[in-house]
């Protein structure tokens, strides 16, 4: 027997439920194809968003509730800054379903919030132009993460406790046997207990049967130059989304002192070979982002100044699947976070690390349940 538990992936989600196994004492052997916190996974892109008052779906407030403290922790045990809580703005027409939604989560949970609009907004956060019908929802538990360092920091604290990581290895195949599961990797056998799936938008190639259930998504992240960079700081431009036709604009600050993220990730094209992702950026897909830029974000110069391309695994109802495979003896998955999954990266390898150990979860995900597809 290699391990007790195999992680297979080690990026995002594969990064914080090794942690959280090797917390517990378990031993684990991670494989990762490329190497650890690398540029070409779901959490490559110098940034990603935190938010609690949450558009898709009240069911994940107290997730994200228990992800803030699991971040603070991660943070804690690595002497190392991950999450930065500058607020959140959720601008829109509240007459919207995204918006009655985010609405909905905070009058449920009774999260900390200000609600603004007209000349109150304007003046307040005069960085976004605003539509009369718009309001803005002022998040206070919301902000950034810096992904990359996050999942550098997750695994380097799991192998501090013992967890092993096979970096630069593929894993081609996984087999339940009457010992637990045989995994194939680099063309080497491995024995393990018990298998944890956690290739993101590579999970259709490593499981064919799931292809049709999570599709691997292109996005494009951009960046602007401001007219006036202490406009962009983090205490005056908290994150943001915004939603209209035609677009969903997120941002945050500015993180270098140079550039300010705004990225249209409104319908994400599908990627039929994730190893044949085109990492190039047509001058369309540029033009229609400025033009967004130029119409929401007047401090910002609309022509993007940084370009670059990433994928994540999408579900039909934009909502993952955590628990276990339906059919595979031992085999665990976490995947299709439909690009949102990053700030509940530690809850969710929380989650996995009980369902492995435990066989149940407190935390309530039955919204969640791989079996979903299975029994329709
Ligand atoms: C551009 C973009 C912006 C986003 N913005 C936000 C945001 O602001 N806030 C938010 O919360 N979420 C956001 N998300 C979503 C979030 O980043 C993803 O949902 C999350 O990172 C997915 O994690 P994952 O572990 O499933 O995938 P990944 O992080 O991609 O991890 C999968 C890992 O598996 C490895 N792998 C795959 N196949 C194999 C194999 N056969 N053998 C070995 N290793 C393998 C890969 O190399 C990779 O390291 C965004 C996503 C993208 C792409």
Do not use: C
């Not at 990627?271 to 369309?284: F, G, I, M, T, Y």
């Amino acid at each position: 027997m290699n391990a007790d538990v195999a992680v297979i992936g080690v990026g995002t989600m594969g990064s914080m439920a090794t942690w959280q196994l090797a917390k517990r004492g378990i031993s684990v052997l991670g494989f990762e194809q490329y190497g650890i916190g690398n540029d070409r996974t779901a959490a490559g892109g110098e940034s990603r968003l935190f938010r609690t008052a949450y558009m898709e779906g009240k069911e994940y407030v107290p997730l994200l509730l228990e992800a803030r403290k699991l971040w603070e922790q991660l943070e804690y045990e690595t002497n190392r800054k991950l999450l930065t809580l500058n607020g959140g703005l959720t601008i829109g027409d509240p007459n919207t379903d995204v918006m009655k939604s985010l609405l909905n989560s905070i009058d449920e949970f009774e999260l900390d919030h200000e609600i603004l609009q007209g000349k109150e907004a304007s003046e307040r956060f005069p960085q976004h132009r605003l539509f009369p019908e718009d309001i803005m929802v002022l998040d206070k538990n919301a902000g950034f993460l810096r992904p990359e360092l996050a999942v550098v920091s997750a695994v380097e604290k799991a192998e501090s406790l013992g967890a092993k990581i096979k970096r630069y290895t593929t894993v081609e195949g996984i087999y339940p046997d009457k010992n637990g599961v045989k995994i194939i990797a680099n063309g080497l056998a491995y024995q393990v207990g018990k298998v944890l799936i956690t290739t993101g938008a590579w999970t259709g190639k490593l499981l064919p049967q799931l292809r049709k259930q999570l599709i691997a998504r292109r996005l494009v992240l951009t960046w602007f130059a401001p007219k006036n960079v202490e406009e962009f700081e983090p205490d005056k431009f908290p994150i943001f989304a915004r939603m209209r036709k035609g677009y969903r604009l997120t941002g945050t600050p500015t993180l270098d002192g140079t550039m300010v993220k705004a990225s249209n990730t409104k319908n994400p094209e599908a990627v039929l070979k994730p190893d044949n992702l085109n990492r190039d950026v047509s001058s369309e897909e540029l033009i229609e982002v400025g033009e967004a830029v130029e119409q929401l974000l007047p401090g910002l110069v609309p022509n993007p100044v940084r370009a670059s391309v990433y994928m994540d695994a999408y579900t039909e109802d934009d909502h993952s699947m955590v628990g276990r495979l339906p059919e595979m003896d031992n085999t665990f998955l976490i995947s299709g976070f439909s690009g949102h999954g990053f700030k509940m990266s530690p809850v969710i390898g929380k989650v996995a690390a009980d369902l492995i150990v435990e066989g149940e979860t407190r935390h309530s995900i039955g919204h969640l349940d791989p079996h979903r597809y299975a029994k329709a």
